[in-house]
Nanobody, 122 residues
């Protein structure tokens, strides 16, 4: 089992930055891939970014490439999502996710956090 706790969501103006954090517990953090997904009401949860266990492999949705950066600190069991140049369409609940493997296999992680709301005002 992996428990995930996100923080850092909030209200931000368009063009501004925001950093999300997710602390993991319950399993050796450095052995598993991590990811971030987002969801708006009435839609399916969408992939945002993933990072492999070592931090050497990162992958992004086309809509956030060049604006968002996923990173991890294995010593702190924490994964981050640095968001810049935010747009109103980035407004969503953002979920931290953990995989059961060292490499993010597909878009189906094994564990989810409770989500944190990000609202971007125009």
């Amino acid at each position: 089992q992996v428990q995930l706790l996100e923080s850092g969501g909030g209200l931000v103006q368009a063009g501004g930055p925001l950093r999300l954090s997710c602390v993991a517990s319950g399993r050796t953090f450095s052995s598993i891939a991590m990811g971030w997904f987002c969801q708006v009401p009435g839609k399916e949860r969408d992939f945002v970014a993933t990072i492999n266990r070592s931090g050497g492999g990162t992958y992004y949705a086309d809509s956030v490439k060049g604006r968002f950066t996923i990173s991890r600190d294995n010593a702190r069991s924490t994964v981050y999502l640095q968001m810049t140049s935010l747009k109103p369409e980035d407004t969503a609940v953002y979920y931290c996710a953990a995989y059961s493997s060292p490499v993010a296999a597909g878009r189906n992680p094994s564990y989810w956090g409770q989500g944190t709301q990000v609202t971007v005002s125009s």
